[in-house]
């Protein structure tokens, strides 16, 4: 975001503080387990995964722990699904907001994107202790965990900054984003090593620029991997493109919200 844009956020900065924290305290408001929720999610999937590929289906994981393997993979991912799904809905659930009231719409999508670094956090910390149950040491690559966290939130502002504007036009969009989460999972390597696929499939596998970001993510937490440079400058490249498109195209459409919603 640059120029007027980037100057008009600013004005609206705490706007935008409130959005985030709104964002943060509704999330598990009236919960009993509260911001626990940011550790059950990705551990207990990581539990399944262990039991049902790991162990039933002897998913291999490249001589890494399988619950290691899969968690240090779940943590990102599960940040980059629960922002993408409240920001591709934010516009819908703050209709009031967004017919009422002018500000920068872009807000209350990138609003999810930051909040949910608190549970980021939170479930990275879950690492440490599985790292010492495993008598797996660190690497100086673990320094760059909460560096990757920054391409992995562009992608999902510019994923989520599509989807909310298509959300206020196409209110199929509503459903299709969980579904399409779902399939995501499985078309980045988080329960399988990218090892195992097929050299004719790789191509592929890597223009998705989840790929690059969760691969570095893992290989920054284990030490007997290097982070594939090649494979997460793709991912950013990638990235930058969807996150210029996504803008762009929120705010040619942003002038249309208030009318259409």
Not at 19 to 45: E, M, N
Not at 66 to 75: D, E, H, K, N, R
Not at 185 to 207: A, E, G, R
């Amino acid at each position: 975001m640059t120029g007027a844009p980037l100057e008009e956020l600013w004005r609206y900065r705490e706007l935008f503080y409130f959005l985030v924290w709104r964002d943060i305290k509704v999330r598990y408001k009236q919960t009993v387990l509260g911001a626990a929720w940011a550790v059950i999610q990705p551990f207990f999937t990581m539990v399944v995964f262990t039991i049902f590929f790991g162990r039933l289906a002897g998913m291999p994981s490249d001589g890494v722990p399988y619950p290691i393997f899969t968690y240090s993979a779940l943590v990102p991912w599960t940040y980059f699904s629960v922002a993408l799904a409240f920001g591709g809905n934010s516009l819908v659930a703050n209709t009031g907001l967004v017919s009422k009231v002018y500000f920068p719409r872009v807000a209350l999508a990138a609003a999810p994107v930051i909040g949910g670094l608190v549970d980021f956090a939170i479930a990275s910390t879950v690492l440490i202790a599985m790292m010492t149950y495993y008598g797996v040491a660190p690497s100086a690559e673990l320094m760059l965990w909460p560096l990757l966290i920054l391409p992995l939130a562009i992608l999902t502002l510019g994923i989520g900054m599509v989807l909310a504007a298509l959300n206020v036009r196409y209110r199929d969009v509503k459903y299709a984003i969980p579904f399409g989460i779902q399939l995501l999972l499985f078309l980045t390597p988080i329960i399988y090593p990218t090892s195992m696929v097929p050299d004719k499939y790789k191509l592929l596998l890597f223009l998705n620029p989840l790929t690059g970001i969760i691969e570095a993510f893992r290989a920054a937490l284990l030490p007997e991997r290097t982070i594939d440079w090649a494979a997460l400058a793709v991912s950013s490249a990638i990235t930058s493109v969807v996150f210029a498109f996504g803008y762009v195209y929120f705010h040619r459409t942003e002038r249309e919200f208030a009318d259409i919603i």
